[in-house]
């Protein structure tokens, strides 16, 4: 019974022990805490940049939907309807990227894509004499929801990526010491115009 408690306190002092432990820390000035926060940057970066497509995506996923609902109405010109639908199914091929924004040109130009063709989508499904019905109202209200929320969805991912930017920056020693793809890494382009 006597070894039994004295192995007994030997596991439990074993576990104490171990327990405390606490994980060594990362010298912030080196160049693996410096691969620890430009991961954690990155990211926010691409989060920032997934919310911002899936809200795109989901606007014309309701566009795509709004015209269905609009083909199902009597006295629609369905030939219209059938261009909306195209220009709105060409609008995913046209979208920018992290790197072709870097054009602005590109971005300016699937705005103009994307408003030309929710203003005629407005026009057809909200008309002036007559009220729309539940559903068409419904995606309507989503999709100039998502429209309004465009902007805001820029700005913070400019933010990240402006962050991102700076800490590239300022860390290139880090990052040479580093290797591998954080030699390659560049700054992001961003929405807002640079001098």
């Given at each position: 019974?006597?070894?039994l408690?004295s192995?007994?306190l030997?596991l439990a ?15 912030p ?5 410096v ?9 926010s970066?691409?989060?920032?940049w997934?919310?911002?497509?899936a ?7 309701d566009t795509?939907?709004?015209?269905r609902e609009l ?14 639908q195209y220009a709105?199914?060409?609008l995913?091929?046209r979208?920018?990227?992290?790197q072709t ?10 705005d103009a894509?994307?408003d030309?063709?929710?203003?005629v989508?407005?026009?057809v499904?909200l008309?002036a ?5 539940a559903?068409v ?15 805001s969805?820029?700005v ?7 962050r ?9 020693a880090?990052l040479?010491q580093l290797?591998g ?6 700054p992001l382009?961003?929405f807002t115009?640079?001098?």
């Open positions: 019974m006597k070894r408690t192995l007994f030997a002092t074993l576990t104490t022990i171990s327990c405390n432990r606490t994980p060594k820390s990362i010298d000035a080196s160049a693996q805490a691969k620890v926060q430009l991961d954690i940057l990155q990211d970066v691409d989060s920032r997934s919310e911002m497509v809200s795109d995506d989901g606007k014309l996923r795509r939907q709004l015209l083909s199902a109405q009597p006295g629609i010109d369905r030939t219209q309807l059938a261009q909306l709105n199914d060409r995913v091929r979208r920018y990227d992290q924004m870097a054009e602005s040109a590109r971005i300016d130009a699937y894509a994307q030309s063709l929710l203003r989508v407005y026009a499904a008309p004499d007559r009220e729309p019905s559903p109202k419904t995606l309507t209200d989503q999709i100039q929801s998502a429209d309004a929320e465009l902007v969805f820029r913070r991912y400019d933010q990240a990526a402006s991102f930017n700076n800490y590239l920056q300022v860390h290139t880090e040479e290797g793809k954080y030699i390659k890494l560049k382009p961003l115009l640079q001098n």
